[in-house]
């Protein structure tokens, strides 16, 4: 492990002054979806799900 | 009868099917004998499909019989990699934590194919969440290569890559973060396709790292890589990611010409730790290129170097982030109750549920991206990743294509490198700027030694894939 | 020790944008109230790998509607971020939200909201975020073996509004939130009064000290009892030396008591960074001038309308904006009979003090514009008066009956028949020979009369109407001397 995160400093030879992130490759904003409703068969999730109990996912205890 | 069908090029085999030269089913059946027979060698498969594939391939004839309006994969039995939902088929990711989670839901590539008369036959192999260079970590056992049984088959995606290698399937899909289309590609003599960031929908592939990763085609030759990307990619609005352009008919761009374009061989691509072998059979392709009208000069980028680290620190963290879910809560494994709190829950269940190099890169990713830390790793690699999509904007702008080698070795041996991690991300050094920079890049394969494959990779400015396609065809051609 | 005008108070509001149809980055019912659990989810918002999320272009609508109402500033370019933290009402274990650190940039910074017509409350931030998933116990939270969890709720749309702690009584933060509520109303982007849909965290510190971070107010009834409860542990910690810890505490609604719950999640680093699954925002000017272009009337606008066209006083105007719904009463009441004072008094003290003591919600009574506009008009033409008013009144508030309906039932109005008072008149007459023959000469025997009249029928008659009658038949036994 450390091992990697000694080649992972290798990063800090660059000089990154002024120079922005790049968090998304893909130029695009404002990508919106309008406000409407579509139900999903909500059945088939909570089929899949480990422990159930009258439609509540069981968990266990918090604290 | 026919069997050599299975051996043909999708593309082939969709017109055989169209043309009634063979049914579908009839196809289907052959497939899952060959399938039967070779996953006994090869394990490419994590799951199958056969009820639902033949089931599909009757409707498909029905379909021609009363000669309905046919998609353009038509009857072809296609391998899906297994970090793509596909509704009602299980979907593991290689993974334990989630051995028995069956997707609610079709991921936007599965319903492309689908609506193309496509027919998924089942789910590949591969490591586990995508992690790896080998598919030697998946939870399953690994895949092996078809050239060479002892050999690995590349990864992540290997099983789609080694599907298509030993003829199990007709087409297959692959994903790629760092390399994992392209890496079993080129280990296993196929060809595969990393899009450019954003023109295939992410939505119903489980994320490792998001801002990286992209579904493509992993098939036998570059017309059925074409055929399928044509299908799959194309704007979707169920993924903000997704570029906003209509899909394209990429088999247009199937030109066999080369001339007058322009390829630039970056030396550092050729740097140490490269194997000579792979010099060697990337530069005589790079020649052929030349001698059919092609020109190339010799570039360096300052930046490259640090693509490897900063890719890691940025696929380790968001995958930190994305691999948090697996809780057990909603879905996947669940370990007893017991009468722990949920905090002990949440670990006894990753423990369990997760490998080592998941549990490795989730450690290191959460790290990276830490108080205190986050600057100096996560912050940092996204602004180096700024500087070299730079470099790489300078030189596409007199260069159509870059050439160099997909993978810097040749296929190596199972356990050969699964001790030293660090050695297996070297591995990725080639594959990663095309990832790093959303740019799309292709591997095609350029020969064997010793039966050994070797593969080619092509890389575009964003959006050109119409420039991979022609070259990658006129090599293949000629 | 702690002095009253030391406090300092910030609050970080949630709010729900129950105006919405879908959630915020799915497309489930954003009305997810009263269902069956986990019945109102999707792979996106249940956390399903592979699901991705794509904004509700509304929401962003609303928020900057909001953002614009308290005048502050938009940002030109916004990001959303992954709040990274284990909870079971969180079904991916992050939360999709903006950076609310130093560097980050919201949907909006600055901003004010004016309480108490001159207080200023400063806002810091303005963002959006999804809603966690509701968990339920059985029991306690410490004693409970289980947790039940319900995900509808999960990814509704939430705006978080921070302060400045500019507040300095819980007077003062009851009022902001009373405040707050209304703009939301007004813009008909949140319905205030729904269950959970307004909730907000509180900070509060003495005199530069420590700051005590106070978590889960449900209302802004709530927050008011929750400060003063915390006031008055903090005092006494200081009455007997002990120092107040800087801590987080839990508000108890039942219990009525602020207490110490350090869970796990909150110790944490939230390793915040931008979400690679969305796109930047940018808002450009046209965004905001559609915006603004469409923005309803506010209560500080609809304030100073009410006191000029209605004639009402400042303070009397400032409590019927204080909720839409009142306001629209008010208007819509008017709109049927036109005596604003009188309709005005009725909302702006009866109801108001009829909600209060039973503890109800206007949307819970069955009262419309109708049931005022007619309480009004009977009293104005004379037919009952104010005591029988207030009566009718809290029986109009009770049952949803109308006034008229009451006043018959209850054979409450003034009885002005004049047949009927005819008939009481010449019994009295008869009677009282002596007395008539007095007030034939005498002005002041009349009232005797009038007296006897109003005893024989119970004092529910028309005063004005006996006196008439008395008068008519005094004249004709002048005429017929």
């Known amino acids: ?63 | 009868m026919k069997s050599y069908i299975l051996k043909l090029p999708a593309v082939e085999i969709i017109n055989r099917i169209k043309g009634q030269e063979i049914s579908a089913e009839e196809y289907m059946i052959k497939l899952f004998e060959r399938i039967e027979r070779e996953e006994r060698k090869i394990h490419a498969f994590i799951t199958l499909t056969k009820d639902s594939a033949l089931s599909q391939a009757r409707i498909i004839d029905r379909k021609i019989k009363k000669n309905e309006k046919l998609g353009r994969l038509c009857g072809i039995g296609i391998a899906v990699k297994d970090n793509i939902c596909t509704d009602g088929v299980r979907t593991t990711c290689g993974s334990r934590i989630l051995e028995n989670f069956i997707p609610p839901y079709d991921a936007t590539v599965i319903e492309r194919i689908k609506s193309e008369d496509g027919i998924v036959i089942g789910k590949t192999n591969m490591d586990e969440f995508a992690m790896g260079s080998t598919t030697e970590y998946s939870y399953f056992g690994p895949t092996f290569n078809p050239w060479d049984r002892e050999r690995v088959p590349g990864g992540s995606s290997g099983g789609s890559a080694a599907a298509i290698a030993s003829h199990e399937a007709g087409l297959a899909l692959g994903a790629d973060t760092g390399g994992s289309i392209r890496c079993p590609s080129s280990f296993c003599s196929t060809v595969g396709l990393k899009g450019t960031y954003g023109l295939v929908s992410r939505y119903g592939l489980i994320s490792y790292g998001n801002s990286l990763e992209q579904i493509g085609p992993i098939t036998k030759d570059v017309k059925d890589c074409a055929l399928l990307f044509s299908c799959i990619s194309g704007h979707d609005s169920k993924d903000s990611t997704s570029l906003p352009y209509p899909a394209k008919d990429y088999t247009k761009a199937l030109v066999d010409d080369v001339k007058g374009l322009k390829i630039g061989v970056v030396k550092e691509f050729f740097g140490e730790g490269t194997d000579e072998v792979v010099v060697k059979y990337v530069w005589n392709s790079i020649k052929k290129l030349e001698s059919l009208g092609a020109s190339y000069d010799e570039l360096s980028l300052k930046f490259l170097e640090y693509a490897l680290p900063t890719y890691y620190i940025i696929a380790m963290s968001e995958a930190s982030s994305n691999l948090a879910r697996y809780d057990g809560l909603r879905y996947g494994l669940r370990v007893p109750n017991k009468s722990y709190d949920w905090n002990t829950i949440f670990s006894k269940n990753r423990k369990l549920g997760f490998g080592l190099e998941v549990k490795r890169r989730i450690i290191l990713g959460t790290y990276a991206l830490s108080a205190g830390y986050f600057q100096a790793y996560y912050l940092k690699a996204q602004k180096i990743r700024t500087l070299i999509r730079r470099e790489f904007d300078q030189i596409f702008k007199n260069h159509d294509v870059l050439i160099c080698p997909t993978m810097p070795i040749l296929p190596f041996k199972l356990g050969e490198k699964i001790k030293d991690p660090l050695e297996m991300y070297m591995c990725d050094i080639d594959t990663v700027p095309a990832n790093l920079t959303g740019m799309p890049a292709i591997s095609i394969p350029c020969g064997f030694y010793h039966n050994l494959p070797i593969g080619l990779q092509i890389i575009a400015q964003i959006y050109r894939e119409d420039l991979l396609f022609r070259v990658a065809y006129t090599f293949e051609q000629n | 020790m702690i002095k009253e005008d030391l406090v300092k108070i910030g609050l970080e509001v949630h709010c729900q944008l129950t105006k919405l149809k879908s959630k915020l980055f799915c497309s489930c019912s954003a009305d997810y109230r009263g269902k069956e659990p986990n019945t109102n989810i999707c792979p996106v918002c249940f956390g399903i790998p592979g699901a991705l999320p794509v904004l509700n272009e509304k929401a962003l609508k609303y928020a900057l509607m909001v953002a614009l109402a308290l005048n502050a500033k938009v940002s030109e370019r916004t990001l959303f971020y992954r709040k990274n933290y284990f909870y079971p009402d969180m079904p991916k274990n992050f939360q999709i939200s903006q950076y609310d650190k130093a560097g980050g940039i919201p949907l909006a910074v600055g901003g004010r909201l004016i309480i108490n017509g001159n207080k200023i409350i400063n806002i810091r931030r303005i963002h959006l975020e999804e809603d966690t998933g509701k968990l339920s116990y059985e029991g306690t939270i410490e004693s409970s073996n289980v947790t039940y969890i319900d995900y509808n709720r999960a990814g509704i749309a939430l705006m978080e509004i921070v302060t400045e702690p500019d507040m300095n009584s819980p007077k003062e933060a009851r009022l902001f939130l009373q405040k707050l509520s209304s703009i939301l109303e007004h813009l008909g982007v949140c319905d205030p009064s729904l269950e959970g849909a307004v909730r907000c965290d509180a900070n509060i510190s003495f005199g530069g000290g420590k700051r005590v971070e106070i978590k889960n107010i449900s209302s802004f009834k709530e927050v008011e009892r929750a400060l003063r409860f915390e006031i008055t542990r903090q005092r006494s910690l200081v009455s007997k030396g002990i120092d107040v810890k800087s801590e987080t505490r839990h508000w108890d609604d039942v219990r009525r008591v602020t207490f110490s719950l350090r869970l796990k999640e909150e110790e944490g680093d939230y390793r915040y960074f931008p979400e690679p699954d969305l796109v930047p925002i940018e808002i450009s000017n046209e965004m905001i001038q559609q915006v603004l272009s469409e923005m309803p009337e506010l209560p500080e606008a609809r304030k100073k309308r009410f006191i000029n066209q209605y004639d009402l006083s400042s303070q009397t105007a400032e409590v019927l904006t204080s909720r839409k719904i009142l306001a629209d009463l008010f208007e819509e009441s008017v709109r049927f009979y036109p005596n604003p004072r009188e309709i005005s008094n009725w909302l702006a003290s009866d109801l108001l003090a009829y909600l209060s003591d039973t503890n109800k919600e206007i949307e819970s009574l069955n009262i419309t514009p109708k049931h005022f506009a007619e309480l009004a008009h009977l009293i104005d033409n004379g037919l009952i008066n104010r005591n029988i008013a207030k009566s009718i009144f809290i029986e109009m508030v009770t049952t949803g009956k109308m006034p008229s309906e009451i006043v018959e039932e209850r054979g409450l109005k003034k009885i002005s028949d004049q047949h009927y008072i005819s008939e009481i008149v010449d019994k009295v007459f008869k009677e009282n020979e002596k007395a008539v023959k007095d007030a034939l000469v005498n002005e002041k025997a009349v009232n005797y009369l009038m007296g006897c009249v109003m005893k024989n029928s119970s004092g529910r008659i028309d005063p004005n109407i006996v006196l008439q009658i008395i008068k008519q038949r005094l004249n004709q036994i002048k005429e017929g001397d």
């Open chain 1, 1 to 63: 492990m450390n091992e990697i995160l000694d080649y992972f400093k290798k990063i800090d030879e660059v000089d990154v002054e002024n120079i922005p992130p790049t968090y998304h490759v893909v130029n695009i904003v404002n990508v919106f979806r309008p406000d409407e409703v579509r139900v999903f068969d909500a059945n088939k999730i909570i089929k899949i799900t480990p422990r159930v109990k009258e439609r509540y996912v069981k968990g266990p205890k918090a604290i």
